[in-house]
């Protein structure tokens, strides 16, 4: 396996994270212990299980080591990101102040929650989670559950209200190379049924997310083959939150598939990169090889469209 520095430190943040390699496991060498620790971290953050440290986990590992209280928090570019990010956004969420999705990311729809926060409890307000601001969230806090936070109903509310059909939905269709075909042909069918629809093939998931963003999309729908990986279709979810308006749409789209064209995939909450970074309902189907798919695109075309279709009808619908 690999040596150096780099491994010692990726085996201190692994332990750091709850996540030792085993023992016997040598210090600074990338062997099955390491591998075995960087698999269990990938499952329990929702990343894709490799068992390799790539940029998503490495990242996961350094957002892992930020408890609440390690550090100001407050509105930066670019963003603040960390589990105390997260936790600040779940507490907040849970004494009834929005700060959107619980994604670890301290953007402005958290900062404004602070604010509102800061406000209503007679703090100085500066928009920074400090000694202070913490205290206080930390006394209102034990007044409160541990249920679904106010962004999930807030979420459920607004896809409730916006409940439509195909046509004038704002939809975004992804995907991360190979699938061109596929993706222009429901882009196509979906503009055919009135939808407004713009396709994106950037191979960066941040990308991919600000582009649905800045678009306004009402449903980012993207795709990716995974020759040595189950199907699957993701949607974002973690402890403290699930996006209600992605686990309908993939059950839809999950149903349809195994149906109509011999792809199996699973739904599962997950916290990958575009599903984090986008603010709409989003999921990413995930399937094998890029031949399996093709061959039978008319269908997946068709599939997907009565999936959106009825998502847009009701979205909150899950069978």
């Known amino acids: 396996g690999q040596r150096g520095e780099a491994i010692r430190d990726l085996q201190r943040r692994l ?4 996540f030792p390699p085993t023992p016997g496991a040598e210090a600074g ?11 269990a971290f990938q499952q329990s953050r929702g990343l894709r299980v490799d068992g390799r440290c790539d940029a998503d986990t490495w990242a996961g590992l350094v957002e892992a080591s930020w408890r609440l209280g390690d550090r100001l ?15 600040l956004q779940t507490r907040l969420g849970r004494i009834g102040f ?35 601001t913490l205290r206080a969230i930390e006394r209102v806090s034990r ?8 962004a999930t109903v807030r979420e459920k509310d607004r896809l409730r209200s916006t409940s439509s059909s195909l046509r004038g939905l704002r939809v975004v269709i992804g995907h991360f190379g190979g699938l061109g075909t596929l993706t222009r042909a429901i882009t196509r069918d979906l503009r055919l049924c009135g939808a407004v629809v713009i396709s994106v093939d950037e191979p960066d998931a941040r990308t991919q997310a600000a582009a649905a963003n800045n678009f306004g999309a009402h449903v980012y729908l993207g795709f990716e083959s995974r020759p040595d990986e189950p199907s699957r279709i993701a949607y974002y979810a973690v402890p403290a939150f699930e996006s209600a308006g992605g ?9 349809g598939l195994a149906e109509a064209s011999g792809i199996d995939p699973c739904p599962e909450g997950l916290r990958l990169q575009v599903l984090r970074e986008t603010r709409m309902p989003a ?3 995930s399937i094998g090889a890029v031949r399996r798919i093709i061959d039978v695109s008319a269908d997946v075309t068709l599939i997907v469209r009565n999936a959106l279709e009825a998502w847009a009808g009701k979205p909150l619908a899950v069978d």
């Open 98 to 132: 929005d700060c959107g999705k619980v994604d670890g990311i301290l953007g402005p729809i958290t900062a404004r929650a602070l604010h509102d926060f800061q406000s209503n409890c007679g703090l100085v307000v500066d928009g920074t989670c400090g000694p202070v």
């Open 15 to 18: 332990g750091a994270a709850g």
């Open 29 to 39: 060498v990338f062997c099955a212990g390491t591998e075995a620790s960087v698999r």
């Open 143 to 150: 007044q409160t559950g541990t249920g679904p936070g106010v």
């Open 73 to 87: 928090l407050f509105l930066t570019a670019p963003n603040l990101r960390g589990d105390d990010v997260a936790e």
């Open 247 to 255: 686990r309908s749409l993939a059950t839809r789209l999950a149903a």
């Open 283 to 285: 999921v990413l189907v």
